[in-house]
T-cell receptor, first 114, second 119 residues
Framework: AQSVTQLGSHVSVSEGALVLLRCNYSSSVPPYLFWYVQYPNQGLQLLLKYTTGATLVKGINGFEAEFKKSETSFHLTKPSAHMSDAAEYFCAVSEAGGYQKVTFGIGTKLQVIP | GAVVSQHPSWVICKSGTSVKIECRSLDFQATTMFWYRQFPKQSLMLMATSNEGSKATYEQGVEKDKFLINHASLTLSTLTVTSAHPEDSSFYIC???????????????FGPGTRLTVT
C-alpha cells in the first residue's frame, strides 16, 4: 500500500522568502513521486517528478524537490516566493509497475504575503 | 503536447437527472484514463480507472451503477452521473496516461476539471 502525508495544510510565506512544502510517503516498492499545483477551479499541473536517477529534481517555475529514501521524504522548495506561486500543492506517489495508481496527499495551500 | 480536455467545465443539473462529462486526450492516444473526485478543500480521490475497450475498475466505495464510465476510443472517456443528487456535487477531474512508449509511462496528464452542481 502507498500513502502520502503532507505536513501543514496551510503555509504562509513572504514574497521573496524560501518556500518549503513537506511531503513524506510510504510505499512498499520503489516509488515514483510527483508534485502538482492547482489554481482555483482548475485541474492539476505537474511541477516535477522523480522516477529514478538523480535525487534532486528540478521542475517548472523555479521549484525543485529532493528524494530522500532514508527519510521517505520528497519536500518541495523554491528559493524565492512570488505572488503567482499562491495555489494548492499536492504531493503524489505511484508505485512503479503494475497498476500505476497514483495516491495524492491532502494538499498544502500556499499563501504568499506581499 | 499531452493535452487533456474536459467538457463541460461547469454544469448545473436538477436532482434526479443524469449528466455526462467527457474527457478527451487531444494529441495522444490514452489507453488508460482515470476519474477523480475532489471535494472542497480536499484532495483528489480516485473513483475509477478506465481502460479503452474494457470495463472500468472502480475503487472501493464507488457505486458503479451511479457513476457510469465508458472508454470507447483511445481519445475519449465519459463519466455519467446517473440520478444525480446534491451530495454528488463536486469537482470531477480526469487524467490520461501516456503517451505510451514516450517519456514516463506513469505520468498522468490532467484535464481542467468539471464542476458539477446538483440542485
Amino acid at each position: 500500500a502507498q500513502s502520502v502525508t503532507q505536513l501543514g495544510s496551510h503555509v504562509s510565506v513572504s514574497e521573496g522568502a524560501l518556500v518549503l512544502l513537506r511531503c513524506n510517503y510510504s510505499s512498499s516498492v520503489p516509488p515514483y513521486l510527483f508534485w502538482y499545483v492547482q489554481y482555483p477551479n482548475q485541474g492539476l499541473q505537474l511541477l516535477l517528478k522523480y522516477t529514478t536517477g538523480a535525487t534532486l529534481v528540478k521542475g517548472i517555475n523555479g521549484f525543485e524537490a529532493e528524494f530522500k529514501k532514508s527519510e521517505t521524504s520528497f519536500h518541495l522548495t523554491k528559493p524565492s516566493a512570488h505572488m503567482s506561486d499562491a495555489a494548492e500543492y499536492f504531493c503524489a506517489v505511484s508505485e512503479a509497475g503494475g497498476y500505476q495508481k497514483v495516491t495524492f496527499g491532502i494538499g498544502t495551500k500556499l499563501q504568499v504575503i506581499p | 503536447g499531452a493535452v487533456v480536455s474536459q467538457h463541460p467545465s461547469w454544469v448545473i443539473c436538477k436532482s434526479g437527472t443524469s449528466v455526462k462529462i467527457e474527457c478527451r486526450s487531444l494529441d495522444f492516444q490514452a489507453t488508460t484514463m482515470f476519474w477523480y473526485r475532489q471535494f472542497p478543500k480536499q484532495s483528489l480521490m480516485l473513483m475509477a480507472t478506465s481502460n479503452e475497450g474494457s470495463k472500468a475498475t472502480y475503487e472501493q466505495g464507488v457505486e458503479k451503477d451511479k457513476f457510469l464510465i465508458n472508454h470507447a476510443s483511445l481519445t475519449l472517456s465519459t463519466l455519467t452521473v446517473t440520478s444525480a443528487h446534491p451530495e454528488d456535487s463536486s469537482f470531477y477531474i480526469c487524467s490520461a496516461r501516456g503517451p505510451m512508449g514516450q517519456g514516463i509511462p506513469y505520468e498522468q496528464y490532467f484535464g481542467p476539471g468539471t464542476r458539477l452542481t446538483v440542485t
